[in-house]
């Protein structure tokens, strides 16, 4: 039987690595204007920890699509479909490198990183401040690219469901209705 629908494992994925990355980017950007103190270093860490999260459930989507394939696209203009490949491709490689990037810049300003205190990761690398202002900015950079990214992603998605009713949104929810094109 043709598969129209993200199995239950992905679309669970999926949505906890969306608000995963909604949250780190909030920290990220919220603890820059506490000052300097508990507080911030506390966000700092749940920012972290956060965002190895993100790294960690990426890594496991990517692991579990070897197992179950994408459903089948949806008909789809070739420019459309190519877009849509595109902007997943690139969500796939923000999920990826923001927190690698991240990790490193942690690394090289000589911070341990953990996750929730459950696990540790003790910097493998000397401390260098040169190295980890450009990874940082690099970090940073990605992070505004990827939020660009994901709300062109989510409003097509919005739109493809409301306006087009294609059934696109269902695909990725738990028991949403399918439209008879794609049921
Ligand atoms: C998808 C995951 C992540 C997103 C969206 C994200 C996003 C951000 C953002 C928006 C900032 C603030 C940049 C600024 O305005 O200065 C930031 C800072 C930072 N992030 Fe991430 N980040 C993620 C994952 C990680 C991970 C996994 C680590 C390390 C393990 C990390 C370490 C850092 C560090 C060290 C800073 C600089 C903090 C400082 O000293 O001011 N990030 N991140
Ligand atoms: C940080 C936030 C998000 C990230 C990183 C993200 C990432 C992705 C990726 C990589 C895919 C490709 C699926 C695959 O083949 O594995 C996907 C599919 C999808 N996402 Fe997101 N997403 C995010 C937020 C959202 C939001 C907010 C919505 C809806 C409002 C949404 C709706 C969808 C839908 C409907 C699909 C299936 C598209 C299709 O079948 O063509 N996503 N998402």
């Known amino acids: 039987m043709t598969q129209h629908r993200y199995d239950p494992f992905t679309q669970s994925l999926h949505w906890m690595t969306a608000l995963a990355v909604i949250a780190a980017y909030a920290i990220g950007i919220g603890r820059e ?9 506390l966000l700092l860490g749940l920012h972290m920890s956060i ?8 890594m496991v989507r990517i692991g579990w699509r070897n197992f179950v394939p994408a459903p089948v696209p949806l008909p789809a203009t070739k420019c459309t479909a190519l877009a849509a490949k595109l902007v997943h491709l690139g969500l796939y490689a923000a999920m990826l490198a923001i927190p690698v990037l991240g990790l490193l810049a942690a690394w090289a300003k000589g911070r341990d990183v953990g996750l929730f205190g459950l696990l540790a990761f003790p910097s493998p690398i000397g401390q260098d401040k040169v190295l980890a202002k450009s990874l940082e900015g690099a970090h940073e950079v990605a992070a505004h690219a990827m939020m660009l990214l994901v709300g062109l992603h989510a409003a097509a998605a919005i739109a493809h469901q409301t306006i087009l009713k ?18």
């Not at 965002?51 to 990426?58: A, K, P």
């Not at 949104?169 to 049921?183: D, F």
């Open 33 to 41: 204007a506490i000052p300097k103190g508990d507080l911030r270093s």
């Open 51 to 58: 965002g190895i999260l993100v790294l960690g459930l990426t």
């Open 166 to 183: 294609d059934g696109t949104l269902a695909r990725m929810l738990p028991g949403g209705r399918l439209t008879e094109t794609v049921r």
